[in-house]
């Protein structure tokens, strides 16, 4: 049973353009959504994060939105580059998972030049 | 450099044939996990570990082995691999005080079974 489904499975974007990605959960105890990014050949690693005590976190071109009551939380890249092609992965954890990460099944992004 | 590394980075093996994947981490992390990566399915986790002599199953441990003899090396044994567990795994790791903020993944080990 996925307790995190991400969507789109894969995404193509002209340069310049905006990015999202979409996650849902179902545990109402998670408490922390990290999303993490990987390059071909590469392990993920953390890109940005957020708890649900706030709506949204901006980092650089990349934003978090969350809607607690909705149980959705998206990525959003602005101005995407070709550089920003990668897979992404959103991930949860908190409650009786405790500090395990939960992730979803991952999107590839891919950015048109 | 401060680093998971991860060896064979890629494995083909035959059905049966005991294989150990070995992962090291020169952080000094007291946290240390295996996960596998299916295209669709993302990442799960197979075991972790919060400190040496001390592991725990993660969602799909089923047909894997792990130990935490040292705090550096987290191995994961496969006893008699079977087609089901071709797979790109990773390893990772985190400072116990950092859980669940950030981990930091190996390479990757590509395993193909015959």
């Known amino acids: 049973q996925q307790q995190v489904k991400q969507s789109p499975q894969s995404l193509i974007v002209q340069k310049g353009g905006i990015s999202i990605i979409n996650c849902a959960y179902e545990?109402?105890?998670?408490?922390?959504f990290p999303w993490y990014q990987q390059f071909p050949g590469k392990g993920p690693a953390l890109l940005i994060a957020?708890?649900?005590?706030?709506s949204e976190k901006k980092e650089g071109r990349f934003t978090i939105s969350f809607n607690k009551s909705a149980k959705q939380f998206s990525l959003h890249i602005m101005d995407s580059q070709p550089g920003d092609s990668a897979t992404y992965f959103c991930?949860?954890?908190?409650?009786?998972?405790?500090?395990?990460?939960?992730f979803g099944e991952g999107t590839q992004l891919t950015v048109n030049p | 450099e401060a680093q998971v590394t991860q060896n064979p980075r890629y494995l083909i093996t035959v059905t049966g044939k005991k294989l150990t994947v070995t992962c090291s981490q020169n952080?000094?992390?007291?946290?240390m996990s295996w996960y596998r990566q299916d295209p669709g399915l993302g990442l799960r986790q197979i075991y972790y570990?919060?400190?040496?002599?001390?592991?725990d199953k993660g969602d799909v441990p089923e047909g894997y082995k792990v130990s935490r003899k040292e705090k550096r090396n987290f191995p994961l044994i496969l006893e008699s691999p079977s087609p089901n567990q071709t797979s790109l795994y990773f390893c990772?790791?985190?400072?116990?005080?950092?859980?669940?903020?950030?981990?930091?993944f190996g390479p990757g080990t590509r395993l193909t079974v015959t």
């Open positions: 990772a790791s985190s400072p116990l005080h950092q859980l669940p903020y950030e981990q930091y």
């Open positions: 545990n109402t105890a998670f408490d922390y």
């Open positions: 957020i708890r649900p005590d706030v």
């Open positions: 991930a949860a954890s908190g409650g009786t998972s405790g500090s395990r990460l939960t």
């Open positions: 952080m000094n992390h007291e946290y």
């Open positions: 570990s919060m400190n040496v002599e001390v592991t």
